[in-house]
């Protein structure tokens, strides 16, 4: 069962109990994870990057691995690493080896879209439980991976590793923008859906704007993907500071 191929056993599904349970591991995971971070200097948060950067990507070439060990390997959709959450693994790299511009916008998408991105899929595991049973490796790769994205946003966030500000914006997007461009490309040449802007998924919530958008669905999710996720927890992190500096002053 562990290394099966899509459809050899009955799917877990999502919004079920094993669903449930697989969400409840992976978020105590995380919370105990960053609860028992120590962190003295800026370098601590580097070096966590790095190691899970080299993680994550062993993690990817497993997958790849996988996917031609059970025929699947022309389709494209399985193989390359070019979605919203395959951009921990260019953004890790970024991080932990780039300097300068393409540092810090590593560390902005580490700090903000990895957080969004990993928190999204745990919800609704769209790509593994709904074809594979809860215990297959895909399963268990899916969450490690994601929640990984989440415990590294977190402690870059919890440790002030880098100050996040609006203008990074600019870094967030640029990134998202590149990759979407490559992945457009990639799509029309070969009819694939990487990063999920040039076809419908059915069973996403995308799949309502695909219908809603027609011939604008492809610059809407683009655009959609350079913003909001930067946003919301930019927005988190300025009303966190807004409370604390509130209560600072009731005292």
Known sequence: ??????????????????????????????????????????????????????????LEILKIIFVFSIGEGKNLNRVLPLYYCSLLLYAGLCSSVGKGVIERMGNVFLATGGIVGGLVFIIYPSTSLPEYPVFHFISFHSFLYHGIMIYIGLIINKFEYIKLKMSDLKYYAGLIFVICVIAYIVNSIFGSNLMFISQDFPGMPISVLYHWAGKLFTPLMVIIQMVVPFLIVYGVLKARACTRQFKSYAK
């Open 1 to 58: 069962m562990f290394l099966s191929k899509p459809g050899t056993y009955k799917p877990c599904g999502v919004f079920n109990i094993k669903h449930l349970i697989m969400f409840l591991i992976t978020v105590i995971g995380i919370a105990v994870a960053v609860k028992h971070t120590k962190v003295k200097q800026d370098s601590d948060v580097k070096k966590i990057i790095r190691n899970l950067t080299i993680v994550v990507w062993i």
